[in-house]
């Protein structure tokens, strides 16, 4: 009996032990009920993000472990008691969630018809993760045949295969994407992702609704012009013709069944994401790359860094999260605060690291000619927030500070030598000047206080004559080329400064893919440098971005230098450190060049590029992949130090994702094979090709290269290296120019590390971090297994078993196989 009434009381609940997809009209779902689409890819039901007591009605991926949720209906009005809410489709064919006698969110489409004993209406979780309403009383519409309503056209932060972003005025659409608050909450954040309201064809990142801060670029045809990565097959878009009424673009998978989107996280940046079956998800891209280059991304008075992580701080103690709780759940657009009300105007000022980039929306003010005089401009106005004078100018900034970054320790913020910003604080927060060690300091704290004196009006005097002068200099410098500092020592160029330093392009020391090399000096007349003019915009432009990203927000002693870029019309040149000694091929590959690398020189390289590696593996807020490690891209100073370039084809991956899906990227030659599997890549990639370099460093010649020492010219180096370790003859293996003058024991330690570079599965290869210990024998390499691809080539080559089968003529098929290698 109980069991009847409780049936009876139930109504239309559904009551079902099985999975279902589909809700008829006045069905509900309970808090403890799920829908799955028929194929089992999604879900829909209750769920609570991370460790939050709220919870939302969502739809998240079945086949994941890791819950994943790509839509959410509720995410502004969660529901506090779960055992009371439901999930309906109502007697008027609307969508609704409830919680008690609260309704906290509704589909606001109504499907009823004046002839609802004839109307069939139902809601459907269909496999590609669109939760549909149709009704067979509706005409078909542009989404498909008696559609009401689809939760495509009403995304969260997830851009899924299939579904449209866009507007289409003519049915009432406007699909674009919103990021959570934080990891725990799926309200409305600060970041969005809109196409363009003017009808071009191109996605813009917005923050706040309003300060663009990234975009797509133009729909090309096959691409957006500034995704390039799209180029890689692994999805294809599908884009309506723009016009006064539609522009919407959707996209779809080139795999049918492989699980990825596009989402857009707290942080605002836009992420490509791919679920690896049995494993984890990888990133497939992010933009904008950095993430320091999101408007707003540490919210006011933030300081966002590319080298720690988090990326985002508070300047000093004096100031503090304005949220602790959403700055540890990934949310700091909100930034910090003082921890002291100001008391104008009696307030101090706070040095900032000179490595700290100027924010914008500063205001000159005219007649401060002196810090002191700034200093005192800034404290009588009590909008006043921060100050700087350049020995030239004095800069006053009103309001909240945004865009605060701080740059690498050995940037300089390029307004003026010594130029240093200063926060208004509290006068109980300036930390109190040491007596003796800086008592310039003390001085500028002391006149803070005094304005007006005869002292300021001397200096003001002072100052403007200087003004005058350099106007006068600058006037006359006028049309002789410009050079800017745009992130420290990151320097703008023109393209009439670029020739004047190369005096027009006519020393040239090289070519590579993308352009040529020529020297040139600074205008300081003793710098010189090393410019690359890329030949073509679009065929190198891809890599010029890369570049400038990649090394302009890094600095290492085994890094090249970017001194600098110029980015005017198609023109394309990038200014670096000028290494006197080329690049390392020439010591190794090219007889009567170069003179012979000696053992201690070339075992110092091989640390060199591995601490640089390491450096872009393991230290920077980003995982660098370089994609292309080969003597060709490693330079050496003066005293031959070695220094990793070219970074146009390096890759930025988020410390919290494992691997990315990328473009086949490199040389071939040096390729992990997960490279040429088309499988996704990790920072083990490039420690693969560091071991191949390895075995050009030990032997003087290319791996795959013939020489003329009888039946060892066919072998592949690497194949008869790995025998000759496990044989424990490495001698044999040197570059005969150096006549058996090495340190056995390094030389050994390095043929150890080159072949547990090489393995065949990543998991057997070490991270670049132990390889350096394991070069300067701080950590035990060990003997490492011959990688079952060399034991194969090995095999067919007769190699297999001692060391003299080295002088047994190759079998056949000994070339196909080291191809396949």
Request: charged share 20%; aromatic share 8%; proline share 5%.
């Amino acid at each position: 009996m109980l069991i009847l009434v409780f049936l009876l009381l139930s109504g239309f609940n559904l009551q079902t032990t099985g999975a279902i997809d589909t809700l008829t009209l006045g069905q509900s779902l309970l808090w403890n009920q799920t829908l799955v689409s028929k194929e089992g890819n999604f879900e829909l039901g209750l769920f609570s993000p991370g460790k939050s007591k709220k919870y939302y009605i969502g739809i998240w991926f079945k086949k994941v472990t890791k819950q994943t949720v790509v839509w959410v209906a509720n995410r502004e009005r969660p529901i506090l008691e779960p055992s009371a809410s439901r999930f309906t489709l109502s007697d008027r064919g609307e969508l609704l969630v409830q919680a008690t006698n609260t309704l906290l969110w509704s589909s606001n489409a109504s499907a009823t018809t004046s002839s609802p004993a004839t109307t069939t209406v139902v809601a459907t979780l269909l496999d590609n993760g669109n939760l549909v309403v149709r009704s067979n009383a509706t005409s078909a519409s542009s989404s498909g045949p008696g559609v009401v309503w689809q939760s495509f056209d009403h995304p969260t932060d997830t851009w899924l295969p299939g579904a449209t972003l866009g507007y289409d005025r003519t049915r009432g659409v406007h699909s674009f994407l919103t990021s959570w608050t934080d990891s725990e909450n799926p309200a409305p954040g600060e970041f969005s992702m809109v196409i363009d309201p003017q009808g071009q064809a191109k996605f813009d990142l917005l923050a706040g609704g309003v300060h663009q801060y990234w975009t797509t670029g133009v729909w090309d045809g096959e691409v957006f012009e500034n995704v390039p990565e799209m180029r890689s097959g692994y999805f294809v878009g599908v884009p309506y013709a723009p016009n006064a009424s539609v522009n919407m673009f959707s996209y779809h998978d080139r795999k049918p069944m492989g699980i990825g989107n596009f989402f857009l996280h707290v942080n605002g940046q836009m992420r490509r994401r791919q679920w690896i079956v049995g494993g984890d998800w990888v990133l497939f891209c992010t933009e904008p790359h950095d993430a320091c280059d999101v408007y707003g991304s540490c919210g006011p008075f933030g300081v966002c860094s590319n080298t720690t992580s988090p990326a985002c701080e508070c300047p000093s103690s004096a100031f503090a999260p304005r949220s602790q709780r959403e700055w540890t759940l990934g949310n700091t657009a909100a930034g910090c605060a003082r921890r002291t009300e100001l008391q104008c105007p009696s307030d101090g000022f706070l040095a900032m690291p000179s490595t700290v980039q100027l924010p914008n929306g500063s205001v000159e003010v005219a007649g401060a000619q002196s810090d002191m005089a700034c200093a005192a401009a800034c404290q009588r106005d009590c909008s006043c927030t921060a100050y700087l004078y350049d020995g030239t100018r004095c800069l006053v900034w009103n309001g909240e500070l945004v865009n605060l970054r701080t740059l690498p320790s050995d940037d300089q913020q390029g307004v003026a030598a010594g130029a240093v910003l200063h926060l208004r604080v509290a006068a109980s927060e300036v930390p109190p000047s040491p007596s003796s060690s800086a008592a310039g300091h003390s001085w500028r704290k002391s006149m803070v206080m005094i304005s007006g004196s005869v002292a300021a009006v001397v200096l003001l005097l002072v100052g403007l004559v200087v003004v005058v002068a350099v106007a006068v200099v600058l006037r006359k410098r006028r049309g002789k080329g410009k050079v800017t500092a745009v992130q420290g020592s990151l320097l703008l160029f023109d393209y009439q400064a670029v020739r004047a330093a190369t005096r027009d392009f006519t020393e040239k020391l090289g070519s590579g893919s993308f352009g040529s090399v020529y020297k040139g000096v600074l205008a300081d007349k003793t710098t010189p440098v090393a410019v690359k003019k890329l030949d073509g915009l679009r065929q190198g432009e891809k890599q010029f971005r890369a570049e400038v990203v990649t090394l302009g927000m890094i600095h290492h002693i085994n890094l090249v230098r970017l001194r600098g870029f110029c980015s005017e019309g198609s023109k394309r040149v990038l200014v670096y450190d000028y290494m006197p000694n080329g690049s390392l091929d020439a010591y190794l590959f090219k007889n009567g060049g170069s003179k012979v690398l000696s053992w201690g020189q070339r075992f110092g390289i091989a640390v060199g590029v591995a601490r640089g590696l390491a450096y872009l593996h393991e230290k920077c807020r980003e995982c660098i992949i370089h994609c292309d490690i080969k003597p060709e891209n490693i330079l050496l100073d003066d005293e031959l130090g070695a220094k990793l370039a070219d970074f146009g084809m390096a890759k930025l991956i988020s410390h919290e994702f494992s691997r990315v899906l990328t473009t086949m990227r490199g040389t071939m030659g040096y390729l992990a094979p997960e490279w040429l599997a088309g499988a996704p890549v990790t920072a083990k990639a490039d420690v693969y090709s560091y071991g191949l370099l390895l075995f050009e460093l030990v032997s003087g010649r290319r791996n795959n290269a013939s020489s003329d020492d009888g039946g060892r010219s066919a072998v592949y180096f690497p194949v008869h290296a790995a025998v000759r370790l496990h044989a424990g003859d490495v001698v044999g293996l040197l570059d005969k120019k150096l006549a058996g003058d090495a340190n056995v024991e390094e030389l050994e330690r390095v043929c150890k590390v080159a072949c547990w570079c090489i393995q065949d599965e990543e998991g057997d290869r070490p991270t670049m971090g132990l390889v350096v210990q394991q070069l300067e024998g701080v950590a035990d390499a060990g003997l490492p297994p011959i990688p079952s691809r060399l034991h194969m080539l090995a095999t067919v080559n007769g190699c297999v078993g001692g060391a003299a089968a080295e002088d047994e003529p190759p079998q056949n098929g000994s070339k196909l196989a080291t191809e396949q290698v």
